[in-house]
């Protein structure tokens, strides 16, 4: 009898300890998809603002920055507790290698910003076939999902126009230029173009949230993310 009540003691005490793992497991995931999550906004939204000026007037420096990025994060990916930070920051990298190489050199010619900020995409590739470095490349092509949006935005509306001039002037005389691209970004073509953008954006963004994967949270991030590097950016063009 007390062989059998001890017996059915430690079975529920089993069970419970295996339902407390199972929680605990799951929350840690929970925490961890999020975390992926805000560091994948924080990395598309806030080195923007960095690297643009930075890149404008000292691009090598910018080109430079990428073998520091590259460094940490491969010190980050040889250990298994920090591997999957330096994954996404490998997907950083190359956003900020293939930024930095247009927004350098080539900022002129908006007909040269999508090919050049894609130049990564067979290696990318290369890796997704080979199951390496999910999180980084998903992290790198929801930022370039989110830049194809855009430009396809700026195409639509007519302001590529305005893009060439301003590459060309001087901060002083942007002014005009601002300023008459704000105007064809309040027609009602420009407001109907932005409400999609944003809506396919939305939908990109929120869809692989589902996904209990870090990657897709990755990707998630940096959709996401587009929206709100494009609404700064288009609050600081009103400003002006």
Same mark, same amino acid.
């Given at each position: 009898?007390?062989?059998?009540?001890?017996?059915?003691?430690?079975?529920?005490?089993?069970?419970?300890?295996?339902?407390?793992?199972?929680?605990?497991?799951?929350?840690?995931?929970?925490?961890?998809?999020?975390?992926?999550?805000?560091?994948?906004?924080?990395?598309?939204?806030?080195?923007?603002?960095?690297?643009?000026?930075?890149?404008?007037?000292?691009?090598?420096?910018?080109?430079?920055?990428?073998?520091?990025?590259?460094?940490?994060?491969?010190?980050?990916?040889?250990?298994? &507790?920090?591997?999957?930070?330096?994954?996404?920051?490998?997907?950083?990298?190359?956003?900020?290698?293939?930024?930095?190489?247009?927004?350098?050199?080539?900022?002129?010619?908006?007909?040269?910003?999508?090919?050049?900020?894609?130049?990564?995409?067979?290696?990318?590739?290369?890796?997704?076939?080979?199951?390496?470095?999910?999180?980084?490349?998903?992290?790198?092509?929801?930022?370039?999902?989110?830049?194809?949006?855009?430009?396809?935005?700026?195409?639509?509306?007519?302001?590529?126009?305005?893009?060439?001039?301003?590459?060309?002037?001087?901060?002083?005389?942007?002014?005009?230029?601002?300023?008459?691209?704000?105007?064809?970004?309040?027609?009602?073509?420009?407001?109907?173009?932005?409400?999609?953008?944003?809506?396919?954006?939305?939908?990109?963004?929120?869809?692989?949230?589902?996904?209990?994967?870090?990657?897709?949270?990755?990707? &998630?991030?940096?959709?996401?993310?587009?929206?709100?590097?494009?609404?700064?950016?288009?609050?600081?063009?009103?400003?002006?």
């Amino acid at each position: 009898m007390f062989n059998e009540t001890l017996s059915r003691f430690t079975s529920t005490a089993d069970d419970r300890d295996r339902h407390f793992s199972k929680f605990f497991l799951g929350k840690l995931q929970f925490s961890k998809t999020w975390l992926v999550f805000g560091a994948a906004v924080f990395l598309v939204t806030v080195p923007v603002f960095f690297q643009a000026p930075l890149v404008r007037q000292l691009p090598v420096v910018s080109l430079t920055m990428t073998v520091g990025w590259l460094a940490i994060a491969l010190k980050l990916l040889k250990n298994p &507790s920090t591997w999957l930070w330096g994954d996404l920051l490998l997907g950083f990298s190359f956003s900020w290698l293939t930024g930095g190489i247009y927004w350098g050199w080539l900022r002129w010619e908006p007909l040269w910003h999508l090919p050049v900020e894609a130049a990564l995409v067979p290696l990318t590739i290369w890796c997704l076939r080979r199951d390496w470095g999910k999180v980084g490349n998903w992290f790198y092509l929801g930022s370039l999902f989110g830049t194809a949006l855009t430009d396809g935005y700026f195409y639509l509306t007519g302001l590529i126009p305005h893009w060439r001039q301003l590459m060309q002037v001087e901060s002083a005389l942007a002014l005009p230029i601002f300023q008459s691209a704000i105007a064809a970004v309040r027609t009602p073509w420009g407001i109907s173009c932005a409400v999609s953008l944003v809506a396919v954006l939305l939908i990109a963004g929120i869809l692989p949230l589902h996904s209990s994967k870090p990657h897709w949270w990755a990707f &998630s991030g940096a959709v996401l993310g587009t929206i709100l590097v494009d609404s700064l950016f288009l609050l600081a063009a009103a400003a002006n």
